[in-house]
């Protein structure tokens, strides 16, 4: 997985972060079904805008948009609506093509394990085969994926003829053209032809964020290595760079006021919020968003009333007639509850072919199981180590971006751990 856009279960109600996962898994189908079980290694965050931009304009049920997949390892075996349709199989295309260029750019510069004369080898062949594979699933589709690949072309003749002390954009012209035709293409398919404008330029200012972001994130180890990095060459510094992306999000919120849509909160979500969220994370915390917090937590992130963390929920309180649990006791998944009888545990043979069992369909780190020894309820690897660090005071403020009216008309905080006054 790559890319800049990374909700956090946290922030997402049960709604969106289904709908989340659907596209996501609809993603990753649509390019196995397409282009076989190796372009699978393309699936990306970011990627799966695309599908999300077509479905939220269109004016079709819902269940038109969904399909019942199989049982997959990476959901514990389970089986899940996922998304389907052409703003899958166009997310796939795009994707698989903004893959290719990025495995040919660490061939050209003979990155890491690239550097090898015999996987330099292997991955230009598979980046041929992915760019003829793209190109066919993106004609299906009205897309044609030339303009990716030539913008890719433009970009190194570009860097190769900068000069210092020029203007970053000029490096980041490419990506905004790719993405402002890719994001524009969701308008054809939704046939919603007007919105193809504001969608363009949503996609053109996603596009030079997530360079501007990669490359701000990049900068020291490129100049620890001696590759080349845009914001040194330019000479651009943090604070400009960081007015640039700030700048953008902005722009996107504009821009997707202009977009007729059916349901509009997840798309909101995504390039409203979570946009911001990835500049918080390359550059900090912007200091006018401390004011969006809820009031009983503003003391607790200020440190001058209470030490709890603004997202704990409140200690629960003991029903009567039973016996308040001591605060050294161990409570919470994976624990038995005082009073209660745990359950038969599996004896060492029996548990460790259970062990090896939930391991091979990913149960132990993806989804809530059964401890394969003492069959007591646990959370999965992944979600006890979730994308969102939950030590940072601004976990479960679902909303950073209430100044102004970003959040008019929107319901994103609708079954979030938070509420800000947005939805």
């Not at 996501?24 to 393309?42: F, V």
Request: aromatic residues 4%; contains cysteine.
């Amino acid at each position: 997985m790559f890319g800049i856009i990374r909700p956090c279960r946290h922030r997402l109600s049960e709604r969106l972060q289904t709908s989340w996962m659907a596209h996501l898994c609809g993603l990753c189908l649509a390019l196995r079904d397409d282009h076989g079980q190796l372009a699978r290694t393309a699936t990306n965050y970011d990627g799966l805008i695309i599908s999300v931009l077509v479905e939220a304009q269109a004016a079709r049920e819902d269940s038109s948009w969904r399909r019942t997949a199989g049982p997959c390892p990476l959901r514990g075996m389970r089986t899940a609506s996922v998304a389907k349709g052409e703003g899958a199989r166009l997310a796939a295309a795009v994707s698989l093509a903004l893959a290719s260029v990025k495995i040919r750019d660490h061939v050209e510069d003979r990155d890491g394990v690239f550097a090898r004369r015999p996987v330099a080898a292997g991955a230009r062949a598979v980046t041929r085969r992915w760019d003829r594979q793209s190109a066919g699933s993106a004609s299906a589709v009205g897309f044609d994926t030339a303009v990716l690949l030539d913008a890719a072309s433009r970009q190194g003749e570009l860097e190769r003829s900068l000069r210092p002390g020029g203007s970053v954009l000029l490096v980041t012209e490419p990506t905004e053209t790719a993405t402002s035709a890719a994001f524009a293409h969701t308008a054809v398919i939704a046939g919603r032809p007007g919105n193809a404008a504001p969608l363009a330029e949503a996609g053109r200012l996603f596009g030079r964020l997530a360079h501007l972001l990669d490359a701000a994130e990049d900068q020291a180890a490129d100049a620890a290595s001696g590759a080349w990095n845009p914001l040194t060459a330019t000479g651009t510094d943090r604070a400009e760079a960081e007015r640039l992306c700030r700048d953008a999000v902005h722009g996107i919120r504009l821009a997707l006021r202009e977009v007729d849509l059916t349901d509009r909160t997840l798309v909101h979500v995504l390039l409203g919020h979570e946009t911001d969220r990835a500049v918080e994370r390359v550059f900090g915390r912007a200091q006018h968003t401390a004011s969006c917090r809820r009031p009983d937590t503003a003391g607790a992130t200020a440190g001058t009333t209470t030490g709890e963390r603004p997202h704990q929920a409140p200690p629960q309180q003991t029903p009567p007639g039973q016996t308040p649990i001591p605060p050294w006791v161990p409570q919470g998944p994976g624990f038995t509850p005082p009073g209660q009888k745990p359950p038969n545990p599996r004896n060492l043979l029996a548990g460790c072919a259970m062990w090896a069992l939930m391991a091979c369909t990913c149960q132990l780190l993806c989804c809530d199981h059964e401890d394969p020894f003492s069959r007591e309820r646990r959370e999965g690897f992944c979600q006890r180590h979730d994308c969102c660090d939950c030590g940072d005071p601004g976990c479960g403020d679902c909303c950073n971006c209430c100044d102004g009216d970003c959040c008019d008309g929107c319901d994103c905080c609708d079954g979030c751990c938070c509420d800000c006054g947005c939805s």
